[in-house]
């Protein structure tokens, strides 16, 4: 176990996490001690500590909080890349939006190469981030200039069932053998939520929809019917781009289904197979198969769907570069519209974070090796990144890119990492986002004023079936002051 003591809270964040991208298969504890004689120091499994003094941060102005967290993190950095022999591709970078930072230096007017330039030197991040940071701020700003930013919102609605629970999954969702009894009541507290938010929005455009979970396509046909008829009647389509289905699983694709979601006007699904190799669909409890992901894919192309999305994850435990290459050969010969490729992320609600050994981690060459072969390959298929984030605990330190031919871009996933514009959120767990123009009171912290506030709906689903009035009066409080 890797030990640190901070003589701030403040500088606990940074430092916990560039630890832990350093030493990802280790587990890492932190504390604060506020006489501790050192502002950091790391006690690995191995070694002499690593300390950040005060004689090491120089002329720093040690009232400027922001400067001396920036001098730490940077001394910090160095000492753990020279005891590990290894740097990482966002440098001192431990928040997880990098490209908000290019947006701002966009909108600025910033040239590209001042920025790439700073994002190296200041941040200590590769050029070749620096690089894919810039390219997904300006195909993002292109796709945002579209949207009315005032009038304008999103609605987004969580079905929180699964065929099965994925062993990496973080979310609150429960499979469907277990909630079969609650699913009726469920979409009836949906459908007051949905309701309300409509009756709230009269006047404003919605501009995109996106049913995630969990799987929606884990109801019934004749429940999404439902579902996606009650959103059609309570929502004018008018200023509507986007309409998004997360088709997930695979195996919980049917025909009906796909005819049902094209009938109601849905322009973009996703058909995740998160790896082609059926050994690791087995591994991580996905419990459907390669030919399934086939199936599903044909189906939806016969439905008539033009605008699919594929996920695909790496560094999944027992995954070599050659498995990437092969489940990217097979991808490429489906060619899907988008693809969203990602890191593992392994946190601690998921299985697999529970459980997880060291031989779970991939070394951090691996998992860039397995983003490379992705980033070659969404470039065969003429695909261009259009959105990044990253996690907590994301394997290799590295990040989540979206991919998209032109014209494909998802435009919600966007929205929800840029808030340029309100998503309101409907179903257990679900986190509405206000955007404000004007900063206003801080309901956490009266002191602050914010430009957004976030209303998270309860995650369980008993609970959001039994506290929906809840969700209700808080949206009816908030919206839209
Ligand atoms: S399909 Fe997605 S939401 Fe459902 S359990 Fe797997 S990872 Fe989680």
């Given at each position: 176990m890797i030990q640190i003591i901070c003589s701030k809270e403040t500088y606990v964040y940074n430092v916990y996490h560039?630890?832990?991208?350093?030493?990802?298969?280790?587990?890492?504890?932190?504390?604060?001690?506020?006489?501790?004689?050192?502002?950091?120091?790391?006690?690995?499994?191995?070694?002499?500590?690593?300390?950040?003094?005060?004689?090491?941060?120089?002329?720093?102005?040690?009232?400027?909080?922001?400067?001396?967290?920036?001098?730490?993190?940077?001394?910090?950095?160095?000492?753990?890349?020279?005891?590990?022999?290894?740097?990482?591709?966002?440098?001192?970078?431990?928040?997880?939006?990098?490209?908000?930072?290019a947006m701002a230096e966009l909108e600025k007017g910033t040239p590209k190469e001042e920025f790439t330039a700073w994002y190296e030197e200041h941040l200590l991040v590769s050029r070749q981030k620096a690089e894919l940071a810039w390219k997904v701020a300006r195909r993002e700003k292109e796709l945002l200039d579209r949207l009315d930013g005032e009038r304008g919102y999103s609605l987004y609605v969580g079905i929180p069932f699964c065929p099965s629970v994925c062993s990496y999954c973080s979310f609150s969702s429960g499979a469907l053998s277990d909630w079969k009894e609650r699913v009726e009541d469920y979409l009836e507290a949906l459908k007051r939520e949905l309701q309300a938010v409509s009756e709230l929005s009269r006047g404003k455009i919605l501009n995109t929809i996106y049913i995630g979970g969990g799987t929606p396509t884990t109801l019934t046909s004749l429940q999404l019917e439902r579902l996606l008829g009650c959103i059609g009647s309570l929502f004018s389509g008018d200023g509507l781009l986007e309409y998004t289905v997360e088709a997930g699983r695979p195996d919980s694709i049917t025909k009906e289904k796909l005819e049902v979601l094209k009938g109601c006007g849905v322009t973009r699904i996703s058909i995740n197979p998160q790896s082609m190799q059926q050994k690791t669909l087995e591994a991580i409890g996905r419990k459907h198969?390669?030919?399934?992901?086939?199936?599903?894919?044909?189906?939806?192309?016969?439905?008539?769907?033009?605008?699919?999305?594929?996920?695909?994850?790496?560094?999944?435990?027992?995954?070599?570069?050659?498995?990437?290459?092969?489940?990217?050969?097979?991808?490429?010969?489906?060619?899907?519209?988008?693809?969203?490729?990602?890191?593992?992320?392994?946190?601690?609600?998921?299985?697999?974070?529970?459980?997880?050994?060291?031989?779970?981690?991939?070394?951090?060459?691996?998992?860039?090796?397995?983003?490379?072969?992705?980033?070659?390959?969404?470039?065969?298929?003429?695909?261009?990144?259009?959105?990044?984030?990253?996690?907590?605990?994301?394997?290799?330190?590295?990040?989540?890119?979206?991919?998209?031919?032109?014209?494909?871009?998802?435009?919600?996933?966007?929205?929800?990492?840029?808030?340029?514009?309100?998503?309101?959120?409907?179903?257990?767990?679900?986190?509405?986002?206000?955007?404000?123009?004007?900063?206003?009171?801080?309901?956490?912290?009266?002191?602050?004023?914010?430009?957004?506030?976030?209303?998270?709906?309860?995650?369980a689903i008993d609970a959001y079936i039994n506290r929906a009035d809840e969700m209700i009066k808080r949206k009816e409080e908030w919206l839209w002051r």
């Open positions: 560039m630890v832990k991208a350093f030493y990802p298969s280790k587990e890492v504890t932190s504390r604060v001690e506020e006489k501790a004689s050192n502002y950091v120091t790391v006690f690995p499994e191995e070694g002499p500590e690593i300390t950040v003094s005060e004689e090491m941060t120089g002329e720093a102005d040690r009232s400027d909080i922001k400067e001396m967290k920036y001098r730490i993190d940077c001394l910090l950095y160095h000492a753990l890349s020279g005891r590990t022999k290894k740097t990482l591709a966002w440098g001192i970078l431990m928040g997880v939006r990098p490209v908000k930072l198969t390669v030919e399934e992901v086939y199936q599903a894919y044909h189906l939806a192309r016969e439905a008539g769907f033009n605008n699919i999305n594929m996920d695909i994850i790496a560094g999944l435990p027992g995954e070599t570069a050659s498995d990437m290459e092969d489940t990217l050969k097979k991808i490429k010969e489906l060619s899907p519209d988008s693809l969203t490729v990602h890191s593992l992320a392994i946190k601690r609600a998921a299985r697999m974070g529970r459980e997880s050994r060291a031989e779970t981690f991939h070394p951090s060459e691996d998992i860039g090796q397995m983003i490379e072969l992705a980033a070659g390959a969404a470039e065969e298929m003429d695909m261009s990144p259009y959105y990044l984030y990253r996690q907590k605990n994301i394997a290799g330190n590295f990040e989540n890119v979206g991919y998209a031919k032109v014209d494909k871009a998802g435009i919600y996933n966007i929205l929800i990492m840029e808030e340029k514009q309100s998503i309101i959120a409907c179903g257990a767990g679900a986190s509405t986002k206000l955007v404000f123009k004007e900063p206003v009171e801080n309901p956490a912290n009266k002191e602050k004023k914010t430009s957004l506030i976030r209303l998270e709906n309860v995650k």
